[in-house]
């Protein structure tokens, strides 16, 4: 199993739509979870750390599932700036945080 | 707002040849790392440093990467001997505490022909 495993896509929505993206992780003593976004060719960006009690900020919604091991991030009201590779990133161990290979959105007028 | 900045941009050299790729974290961060890309794979984790130590590694960081914070600024990776292989976009990252957020600088994309 990999260390973190995300659905490549991509998803292609339209504009207001809702979306769902899960990531599963194979250590189950892990204790930091995180989503980040990427652009294109651009150093990722924190999105929002994910809590046990799950957690919002605006039109994003994360979830945390530790009997499952799994991850999921919900955006509403997709804006054509959403499109990005969104990618869930777990602490293996120690210090190292392990990133999933991350999972393409396209937001389309 | 504070960032890690990262220089060069670009770095192109020849197989063989030494590279140092340098890293100016955020000034009260305690952690820092490096992380690298190759066109179209995942962020891998290299390395990991704490208390001018390397505190984690992958399998990734073979002898031919060494890591070095020379100064109270300064965050260096080293690639001593460069294959083509090597050849990716290394980001610098650093972080307040211990598997908390990171933050990253723009990258340096490094061409080994």
């Known amino acids: 199993r990999k260390e973190v495993e995300q659905d490549p896509g991509p998803f292609n929505v339209p504009e207001g739509a809702t979306v769902a993206f899960n990531c599963t992780y194979s250590?189950?003593?892990?204790?930091?979870f995180f989503w980040y976004r990427q652009d294109c060719r651009k150093e990722p960006k924190l999105l929002m750390s994910?809590?046990?009690s799950g957690n919002e900020d605006g039109r994003f919604t994360a979830q945390l599932n530790r009997a499952s091991q799994y991850i999921s991030l919900l955006i509403r009201d997709s804006k054509l700036s959403d499109s990005a590779t969104y990618l869930c990133?777990?602490?293996?161990?120690?210090?190292?945080?392990?990133f999933g290979a991350g999972t393409i959105l396209r937001v389309k007028s | 707002e504070p960032e890690v900045t990262q220089t060069p941009s670009h770095q192109v050299t020849q197989m063989g040849q030494e590279v140092i790729l340098r890293c100016v974290p955020i000034?009260?961060?305690?952690?820092f790392y490096w992380y690298r890309q190759i066109l179209g794979q995942k962020v891998e984790f290299l390395v990991s440093?704490?208390?001018?130590?390397?505190?984690?590694k992958s399998e990734i960081f073979d002898d031919q990467f060494s890591v070095e914070r020379p100064d109270g600024s300064n965050f260096t990776l080293k690639i001593r001997s460069t294959k083509l292989e090597d050849s990716a976009m290394y980001f610098c990252?650093?972080?307040?505490?211990?598997?908390?957020?990171?933050?990253f600088g723009s990258g340096t994309q490094l061409s080994v022909l």
């Open positions: 250590n189950s003593a892990s204790q930091s």
């Open positions: 440093f704490y208390n001018n130590e390397i505190s984690e």
């Open positions: 994910v809590y046990s």
């Open positions: 000034s009260n961060h305690l952690y």
């Open positions: 990252a650093s972080s307040p505490g211990m598997v908390e957020k990171l933050f």
């Open positions: 990133v777990v602490n293996q161990y120690g210090n190292k945080l392990v």
